[in-house]
């Protein structure tokens, strides 16, 4: 350990190890790595100037630093590289990882391979295959929010050992005091919000669940002189690097942000995290309040409920269960494709995106079960078919055009003017000229390389490797699809379960710090159970809060969606839009999130109105409009259906907060 010490002095500049840091020394070397693009920049930045050799290897940088990257990593000099784990879809970065001898596998956010986990990424499983297929030495997971089921999960994943392999740093925090508060309206929540601020003794974070929500609320704030910055994954990254950096040299800075922002900082001295809008989830909730009072010293974290914004998380639950009517076509589409000479099945999931209503998360969620669970394909590395060519000089150009090569000349012959660029489709111009696409494609970057051209590629296509064959006959087709729309279902459910978690936590007459840490498995780490500042602890009693109850369909409505929206393939789609849920297919169309009625229906049971509109759906035989037959759009204001009679059919509502009003928990075991 003397050495482990010394190294921790001498290059990092701390005296000591934290938690468990010292007690997994012996058997591994200790790495914290980070997902997110700019995030691991500024950790690789970190390890440099500190004297560590470390790179970070990621498709938004140049061909030459890739090179150089690679090299060093191929040489050995390279100690330390982060990669997402998309990476791991790329053969020549997998072919290049089966030369060197890989140390330790440091996987951060390691929550994500639990499929019981709210964030689960299938990307993740492939981290675990990695391992495994190139014998890792060590590996090192990492996370912050690991339920018990979560971590038995990463254990069974990466084989650790449950006993002797889990290092775990007590959930509770005794300087973070935690807060719920009951408001009815966005205007009380905001006088509430201006009230905290200008309390404050440090830094804030203020998180909403839009990105309109956050230019919203900070313009909201100006007036009172709380200078707020916005941060959201919709504003370029030169904003967001703005206002982080902003973020991080003030002493009492504010910014309103959505879940984007937080990844990778490290700030001492916030003293608030405000959740003007419920979290999705408890493991949500418990990574953003932990990054208030990093320091030790007294902060406070608020959570608003407020009845409305309910309906708004559902919307999040409920919007990545396609139609399983959808599902069963674009299972269709994937079995019924003839393979390539070389094995490989091709698919552009944009397009199939937008014809199968089905969102590109999820659409990958479903490649990667086939991929995963039923071992039918194989992720390797995807292909850009589309490229925009201009002119960098006119010798440049003329180069181009003097090009002999076989590939030049078929790029030449396909090509199709688009203003002042050409554009080629790189898979139908390689079907014509009996040319191998990646020889198109390298001609074209080689022209870019030796700077006679600009490119842009586009219509990102995934490669797969069919390892077996798919079900072709219709009915194995159709029950691979009810087994994977099962899935989707019983996911829908548990994230509708996660917010109800939410309100429950947030409700119960108990200790919250008792009540999060318990949900983390850590049950004894409060003492006595009480940490005496939170709202129960202070109060005696928890919030009380009454959700909007869950209405029957009203059948007014329900006609002027159907005269609206001329679909009747898809129950799913009218439910959503009637409900407020967005969707590829919502998406531009005139029926889309600008229509007055989209969203008209949010205070109503989701899954009766599937129901309702299942009915209209199978009187029409589920019949697909006429592109001509949409109902124009009107300047009717947007209502909402309100009535007292509540009816669910929904696990996740019924007894809770559903039927009208969340009435508290009794103190106690969760």
């Known amino acids: 350990m003397e050495k482990a010490h010394e190294v921790l002095k001498n290059v990092f500049g701390f ?179 201006v009230t905290i601020l200008k309390e404050r003794t440090g830094p804030s974070i203020v998180y909403v669940t839009l990105q309109k929500h956050a230019e919203e609320v900070a313009n909201h704030l100006r007036p009172h002189d709380l200078e707020a910055t916005v941060y959201h994954a919709g504003l370029p990254s030169e904003e967001r690097e703005r206002v982080q950096q902003h973020f991080m040299d003030s002493t009492k800075g ?74 069963e076509l674009w299972l269709q589409e994937v079995a019924l494709k003839d393979a390539a000479a070389d094995g490989t099945l091709d698919f552009n999931h944009y397009k199939q995106s937008k014809e199968y209503d089905i969102r590109q998360n999820v659409l990958n969620l479903c490649y990667a079960q086939l991929e995963l669970d039923y071992g039918y394909i194989r992720a390797i590395t ?33 090509w199709i003017p688009k203003g002042k660029t050409y554009q080629v489709d790189m898979v139908a111009t390689a079907e014509y000229s009996k040319m191998d696409r990646s020889d198109l ?36 087709i159709k029950n691979l699809a009810e087994l994977m729309y099962q899935r989707m279902v019983a996911r829908e459910e548990e994230a509708v379960e996660k917010i109800r978690q939410v309100i429950q936590f947030a409700t119960t007459d108990d200790c919250l710090a008792q009540l999060l840490a318990a949900y983390f498995g850590d049950e004894e780490v409060v003492p006595d159970g009480m940490c005496g500042q939170c709202t129960f602890c202070l109060a005696g009693q928890g919030v009380e809060f009454e959700p909007i109850a869950q209405a029957v369909p009203d059948a007014t409505r329900i006609k002027q969606i159907l005269g609206a929206c001329p679909e009747r393939d898809d129950p799913r789609l009218l439910a959503r839009m009637a409900f407020g849920i967005t969707s590829p297919r919502l998406t531009g169309g005139k029926w889309s999130t600008y229509h007055p009625l989209f969203g008209s229906m949010v205070d109503t049971d989701f899954n009766a109105l599937v ?50 009003g969340y009435k508290r928990g009794r103190r106690g075991k969760w």
């Open 254 to 327: 504010i910014v309103v942000a959505t879940i984007a922002f937080g990844m990778g900082i490290d700030k001492a001295n916030i003293r608030q995290v405000i959740h003007l809008f419920m979290p999705k989830t408890l493991e949500n909730y418990s990574q953003e309040v932990g990054r208030a009072g990093r320091d030790g010293l007294p902060s406070t974290c608020y959570m608003f409920l407020c009845a409305s914004d309910v309906p708004i998380l559902e919307g999040f639950a409920r919007g990545d269960t396609c139609a399983k009517r959808d599902l």
């Open 15 to 193: 005296d000591s190890f934290k938690h468990e840091q010292e007690a997994v020394c012996p058997a591994t070397c200790f790495v914290s790595s980070d997902l997110i693009e700019d995030a691991r920049e500024d950790q690789v930045d970190g390890l440099v100037q500190r004297g560590v050799k470390a790179a970070n290897l990621d498709s938004t940088q140049g061909a030459d630093r890739a090179s150089w990257v690679k090299n060093e990593v191929l040489s050995g000099s390279m100690k330390i590289l982060y990669v997402a784990p998309e990476r791991l879809n790329n053969e020549g970065f997998i072919s290049m990882m089966r030369r060197v001898k890989i140390s330790l596998l440091a996987v951060d956010e390691s929550h994500c391979i639990s499929q019981w986990g709210a964030s689960f990424r299938p990307e993740y499983l492939k981290i675990a295959r990695f391992a495994e297929e190139l014998d890792v030495e060590r590996v090192l997971c990492l996370t912050a929010t690991a339920t018990p089921s979560v971590a038995k999960d990463i254990c069974d994943s990466f084989f650790i050992d449950r006993n002797a392999g889990v290092f775990r740093i007590p959930m509770y925090r005794p300087n973070l005091a935690l807060r719920a508060e009951v408001v009815d309206t966005m205007n009380a929540k905001i006088n509430r919000l």
């Open 611 to 660: 129901a309702a509109f299942d009915v209209e759906c199978k009187k029409a035989g589920y019949a697909k409009a006429e592109p001509a037959a949409f109902a124009p759009r009107t300047s009717q204001k947007r209502t909402y259906t309100q009535t007292s009679t509540a009816s669910s059919s929904r696990g996740g509502y019924r007894g809770g907060y559903g039927g009208g």
């Open 382 to 414: 995807p292909f850009y078919s589309i490229y925009d060519i201009s002119s960098k000089s006119a010798d440049g150009w003329q180069k181009v055009l003097n090009d002999n090569s076989s590939a030049a000349k078929a790029i030449r012959a396909s």
């Open 441 to 476: 494609a390298r001609t074209v970057n080689m022209w870019e390389l030796d700077g006679n051209i600009f490119s842009k590629a586009s219509q990102l296509r995934a490669r797969y490797m069919a390892t077996k064959p798919l079900p072709r006959a219709l009915k194995d």
